[in-house]
């Protein structure tokens, strides 16, 4: 087999057993939940026969490795059941709000890479200047704020104090500025830890490349200092803050469930939320299922970058 | 500026003095450093590990360590007084007019680029009018000259799928490329094994022929510097004790640190000269340099004139000159 696809092949299957070893965590979240998830959805009002009859509609009565299996069926051909309070097909449900958690979460990952990066390369290449210990104080005090903390604060100060942007809410369908303004808020506070932290990881490595024999390979050529910044020395450094970025991801759509709540936004966040307040487990597992899944596609994706950013990381057919 | 007369070396090395700042104190590296290159000739340096062969080449090059205390002396390239120019003045000047290939090819490529990329880069200071396509088709050729089998192929592979005497073709061939006046080769060998030594020393024979800049080659073994180089400058705890042709040099060493290099290497017979260190007695401290003929702690003929001040380096034969009360 080719290299390239055995390491594929390993890889996928590396990413599919974690897949099989959350659905399993996810299956035993609704057995370790006190009471029968039946007459717990239904409340404490509902009538025996009617928590029987739904015991039996989502298989409650079946053994146990039974329901596993239903479990992985469903969460394989992606019927995921119907929501007993709306009546919808849950899997509707968690793809209709699913764009508008990506959207933020993308948003403030693409926010914090385009202002961490360059202010961690602007910190490496004038250490110990002004600019470099102001940065270097906003960084620290960036990635102690906890950003729902963030959030509340930026709320308080733009939407209510200065009132310059919308509060709440993901905008009007279709009207894309409405939208794009009002996620401002909501992905700023999600970035602004993971500014401070690129921005401190992005400058030590960056600071270390520098020194580096083949910098001075390039220097020796006459290669101008932006060049052999920002290309030969950034592609190098990028390394540990893809890294980074990647466990990252989970953090910030857990950051995420946050800022949809206080932000009052659509999303798998408000999502889960909801349908932990009514105790409707299966919309919880299947928001967690996809979140988990987001997850470990990341993941993949990053494994995979490395491969582009690093040759020596890709699978060798020989060395000459 | 006007043009220097053409007897004029290409570089001159006037009263050359280098310091450091450590954590120790002060560090005086190079001091009075003179030494001028030629046109169109390879001049070898030698000394022991710590004589400031590279802190000379890098001062060459301007690319001095962060803790650089202090800089006199000159160093003058084709009338130019490199350690005058602004930096960016002087960044034009690297590849261009001065290029350099270094000690560990190891570590001297950018292991997350392709070597076609890096060598196209290269050159951009040298030829900034010529096309990427070009500047690809020289490099390849130039692959080719250095001696790597199917260059059009291998120049998209990256670095570690290259062995070190490859690398070390490859970066030469970078520097080549650039078409510098003066090529700065910083123990290019001493990274390698014996064999592939062997081949790089029969490359840059090979490459006399066809480049006509200078070389600087910086080697820790007279015995290799002989056979490449025109001339030969001696150095020994960051001065020059003694500089010649290379044939004067090995049948009329003047300095006794020459005299003894020689016996020694000729004594170990493989050639290198790593064999040095079986000079009796230590390197002298650099951070109290005395007032006195730097080598007198190891010199079998010191007497009490070598304490009197250092010794000059005087010119002792036509084109010979030496450090020492004796020679
Ligand atoms: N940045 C620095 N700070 C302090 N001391 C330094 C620095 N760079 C070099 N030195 C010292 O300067 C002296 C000369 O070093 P240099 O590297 O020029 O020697 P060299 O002749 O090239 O040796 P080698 O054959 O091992 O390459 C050594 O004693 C070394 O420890
Ligand atoms: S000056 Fe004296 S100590 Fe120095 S090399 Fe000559 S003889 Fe030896
Ligand atoms: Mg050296």
Redesign the pocket.
Known sequence: MHPTLRYLSGRLLTTALVVVGAVTLLFALTLLVPGNPASVLLGPRATPEAVAALAERMGLDRPLHERLLMFFGQVATGNLGTDVISGRPILTMVMEVLPFTVTLTIAAIGLAVLVGVPLGCYAATNPGSRGDRVAAVLSVSFIAMPNFVVAIFLLLIFSIWLDWLPVLGAGEPGDVLDQLVRLILPSVSLALGWVGYIARLMRSSLLEVLGEPYIRTARAFGIPDRKIVYKYALKNAAIPTVAILGLGVGRLLGGAIFAEIIFARPGIGTLVYDAILTRNYPVVQAGVLVVVLLFVLTNLLVDLSYAWLDPRLRPQKGVA | MTAPPLAAPLLDVQGLSLS?A?ARGV?R?LRDVTLAIPRGRIVGVV?E???????MASAVMRLL?P?LHAVTGSITLDGTDLLALPPDAMRRMRGRRVAMVF?DPMTALNPVFRVETQMVDVQRNAFPDRSRRELHARAVEMLRTVGIPAPEKRIRDYPHQFSGGMRQRIVIAMALLCEPELLIAD?PTTALDVTIEAQILRLFEDLRAGFDGSILFIS?SLGVVSSLCDEVVVMYAGTVVESASARDLFTNPRHPYTRLLLECEIGEGDGRGERLRSIPGGVPD?FDVPDACIFAGRCPQAHDRCLQGVPALREVAPGHRAACVLA
């Open positions: 450091f450590t560090a590296v000394g590990s710590g004589s400031g062969k590279s802190t360590p803790n000690q123990e820790h650099l």
